[in-house]
Nanobody, 122 residues
């Protein structure tokens, strides 16, 4: 059982920055993949970014160049640095883990955090 807790959401004006953190605990095996998803009101959950245990990263087109995912293995924590935020970045942000591979498809992930709200005003 893996327990994920997100931190760092909040409200910011367009063009601003926020950093989300996701702390993982409860597993003796480091997950292969840690990912961020987001869900705007009335919309489906969408993939934002992931990072593998080897440090390989990938980003959705909508955030590439503005968001940066990173991790601290010693702390079991993954981060999402979000710059140049836009109103369309508003939503609940969730971290998730997969033990064996990375995917952009939410149902592939087993463990999820409770979510952290990001609100970007125009």
């Amino acid at each position: 059982q893996v327990h994920l807790v997100e931190f760092g959401g909040g409200s910011v004006q367009a063009g601003g920055s926020l950093t989300l953190s996701c702390a993982a605990s409860g597993s003796t095996t480091r997950p292969y993949c840690m990912a961020w998803f987001r869900q705007a009101a009335g919309k489906q959950r969408e993939w934002v970014s992931y990072i593998t245990t080897y440090g390989t990263t990938n980003y959705a087109v909508s955030v590439k160049g503005r968001f940066t995912i990173s991790k601290d293995n010693s702390k079991g924590t993954v981060y999402l640095q979000m710059n140049s935020l836009k109103p369309e970045d508003t939503g609940m942000y969730y971290c998730a883990t997969h033990t064996t591979r990375c995917s952009t498809f939410p149902p592939d992930y087993t463990y999820w955090g409770q979510g952290s709200r990001v609100n970007v005003s125009a």
